[in-house]
């Protein structure tokens, strides 16, 4: 499904990720863990820009409008799915629908309080939350998910893993928590100065083993 | 909790005032009354085809009186300004400062010529006075706001003007000058639209050009009155304003001469109102003073206030627009550099010229104001917006198009849109008065014409009211912005998109 050979990639001019080889099957959970800069966001955003179609994205600054709902921020991860009319109508006036599908995501995160609160009155770690509901609601084949439990608490990041292993049959997650990583995922790849260079089966891997990559 | 979906409060005011403007739009006179509007139209775009510049001279004389007077009224205003923004504490300041500004440069003029005639102390004071009542305020607002860490530290026995040059100006230097010739920028707009009352500067010969039809010419002194306004920062430089600030005088200089007893006969007969002068009873007095308020004062409000709200509400919808057209989300540089010309014509024309030639090509009615201010005022909003569009960063996934616009950037920018547009009320209401001049019913048509029958008093007393409606306009922005928290941050304070939103 993903496939990618020796490939280099540069972030703001300075080339960060060298000799990339990963292929990533169908129905596998990947979890991409090693030290912040040693190259995890970008190799999420090369995997992204070969592979954008039908390609969920969390990304780490979330990309949400503060001024516009967290019923809105989750919508727009369907824009192009419906006609410009439909979306500027519910933009106006949220469709029923739409409000309800919506609804029953935030709920499986613990934000059915917050559906129509703007952004920007949100906790750093309830935004983190309406950017994963965001792809859940846009599903599709990949989920790609750069730290999307890093501003929240220990059974929160649980219950928010839960629901992105049941949206998305394939997934690739940056995650700088090991245990985590190893409780959710099947396949670890340890980066570190932009190579690859652990790439195993988590039940072969202890927390010792990625403690090293630390 | 937040379960049912409520629009913002921003939301709602927008609307209000939509509905506001639509309803002003049936109290207001709107059409084309002249015969062939689009063969004039048409005319005067060929002649921007083949502009005119034989009569190099003359027009060389006119850019010269503009940039003179420009030169020196700006100059004389940031002096007066500074001085009058060490005290700007005083109450009485403020509220002098806040109603010497709400008066526009052509009513000072008006005024001015009234005492002075065509004597170049007109000029200077007409675009001087106002002038060194905006930068009072600003340069107060820069010192409120500045850093004062360095002023606290410093010794209190220092003298209070070594003080100030050591712990205050360095900092501020910077936001001083920025704002400072920002508005020679302005000075310049002022200085060719006082030809417009009889003042040698550039309006005077673009109407006379325009009246005998020779719009070849009339395109000669637009553009070249845009490559002045495009260049500014090449000609202005600190090594060479001194030379400018002593030629200007030897430049603005006529053989007129003060006649003091026309300074006296205006202030002390002229501008008494005539039943104090004449000894009328008090209720012939309350005669004269109610025919005045109702069959001119009212009206012209009236005109004035429907005239502002449309051309707000106009200048809104154009600005949201315009700021696509200069934005990296939306085009790519070839379709910006147009967008850019497109928005700096519209913006370098002042508002006045701009009604004066719609005025001209489709004849007297509220239509040709409200296109003039909503073309200039859009035009500036918007280009703000757009460069402030240009630092919002937007996920790769980003929609486009106009799910782009309405989702991810609209929503970012409104609050900053909203701030700007209520920033240019008080000046959409300023304009709206003065394009009386030009024959549209509002508070400049009756002032224009009272000065014309030579009823000072009354003039005296319309100004006075039109005054007064700015500084309410301007209040009622102030509070609207803070109950809707529009801030425009402090950072952008010293840059030219403050200045322009606020003049």
Redesign the interface.
């Known amino acids: 499904m993903i496939q990618l050979q020796s490939e280099t990639a540069s972030y703001q001019g300075v080339e960060t990720l060298h000799d990339i080889d990963l292929q990533v099957c169908e129905g596998e959970k990947l979890a991409l863990v090693g030290q912040s800069g040693s190259g995890k966001s970008t190799l999420i955003?090369l995997i992204?820009?070969r592979y954008?179609v039908n390609?969920a994205?969390v990304?780490q600054?979330y990309?949400l409008?503060?001024?516009?709902?967290?019923?809105?921020n989750v919508y727009?991860g369907c824009?192009?799915q419906h006609s410009?009319f439909y979306?500027?109508v519910n933009?106006i006036?949220?469709k029923a629908e739409q409000?309800e599908v919506v609804r029953a995501i935030l709920a499986g995160l613990q934000l059915e309080?917050?559906?129509?609160?703007?952004v920007g009155r949100l906790s750093g770690g309830q935004k983190q939350r309406v950017a994963v509901a965001r792809s859940l609601f846009q599903k599709g084949h990949l989920l790609l998910a750069d730290e999307p439990v890093s501003s929240v608490d220990e059974q929160q990041s649980r219950v928010v893993l839960n629901q992105m292993l049941n949206g998305f049959s394939t997934i690739v997650l940056a995650l700088h928590d090991i245990q985590l990583a190893l409780a959710f995922c099947d396949r670890i790849i340890g980066l570190e100065k932009g190579r690859i260079v652990l790439d195993s089966p988590a039940e072969a891997v202890t927390e010792k083993d990625l403690l090293s990559l630390y | 909790m937040d379960s049912v979906y409520k629009h913002s409060p921003a939301w709602k005011v927008s609307w209000l005032f939509v509905l506001l403007g639509v309803v002003c739009l049936f109290f207001s006179d709107v059409e084309v009354i002249s015969l062939e509007p689009w063969q004039e139209l048409k005319r005067l775009f060929l002649g921007l085809l083949t502009p005119d510049w034989s009569n190099l001279p003359e027009i060389g004389e006119a850019f010269l009186q503009t940039l003179a007077f420009a030169i020196l009224g700006v100059a004389g205003g940031s002096f007066i300004g500074f001085l009058l923004a060490q005290v700007f504490h005083w109450r009485w300041i403020q509220i002098s400062c806040a109603f010497i500004r709400a008066i526009h440069e052509l009513f000072w003029a008006l005024i001015f010529l009234q005492i002075f005639g065509l004597h170049p102390l007109t000029g200077l004071l007409a675009i001087g006075l106002p002038y060194a009542a905006t930068f009072a305020k600003v340069y107060a607002e820069i010192l409120e706001e500045g850093d004062k860490s360095a002023l606290q530290a410093i010794s209190r026995k220092a003298s209070v003007i070594s003080i100030f040059f050591y712990a205050r100006l360095p900092d501020l230097w910077e936001h001083f000058k920025t704002y400072t010739s920002y508005r020679l920028e302005c000075g310049l707009r002022s200085s060719a639209i006082l030809g417009f009352v009889g003042l040698p500067t550039l309006g005077y010969t673009l109407s006379s050009a325009f009246m005998e039809g020779h719009y070849s010419v009339v395109w000669a002194l637009l553009l070249l009155f845009y490559l002045l306004i495009a260049t500014i920062r090449y000609w202005v430089r600190p090594a060479l304003l001194p030379v400018y600030i002593i030629a200007a005088p030897f430049i603005v200089a006529n053989d007129s001469t003060i006649s003091f007893d026309n300074v006296r006969r205006f202030f002390t007969e002229d501008i008494i109102p005539a039943p104090i002068i004449r000894g009328d009873s008090l209720s012939e007095s309350w005669h004269w003073l109610s025919d005045l308020l109702v069959n001119q004062a009212l009206p012209g409000i009236a005109n004035t206030v429907v005239l502002t709200q449309v051309a707000l509400v106009a200048s809104g919808i154009l600005s949201l627009l315009f700021f696509p057209l200069i934005s990296t989300h939306f085009f790519k540089p070839v379709g910006r550099t147009f967008g850019h010309i497109l928005l700096v014509v519209l913006r370098t024309t002042p508002e006045y010229i701009l009604a004066y030639i719609l005025l001209q090509l489709w004849g007297p009615s509220m239509l040709p104001a409200i296109v003039a201010l909503a073309l200039h005022n859009g035009a500036i909003i918007g280009h703000l917006i757009g460069r402030y569009s240009t630092e919002v960063q937007l996920r790769v996934d980003a929609s486009r198009g106009l799910n782009r616009y309405f989702y991810e950037l609209l929503p970012r920018l409104y609050g900053q849109f909203l701030a700007f547009l209520f920033y240019r009320w008080e000046i959409i209401m300023r304009e709206s008065a003065i394009l009386g001049i030009l024959g549209i019913a509002t508070l400049g048509f009756y002032i224009d014409s009272s000065i014309q029958e030579l009823h000072f008093d009354k003039a005296m007393i319309l100004i006075f009211i039109t005054a007064s409606l700015n500084v309410l306009v301007d209040a009622s922005s102030r509070y609207l912005r803070a109950k809707l928290r529009l801030r425009t941050s402090v950072d952008c304070r010293a840059t030219n998109d403050y200045c322009a939103a606020r003049e």
């Open positions: 955003k992204y820009e954008p390609t994205l990304p600054d990309g409008v503060n001024n516009l709902s967290v019923f809105h727009m824009l192009d410009t979306n500027l933009l006036r949220p409000v309080d917050y559906l129509f609160r703007p």
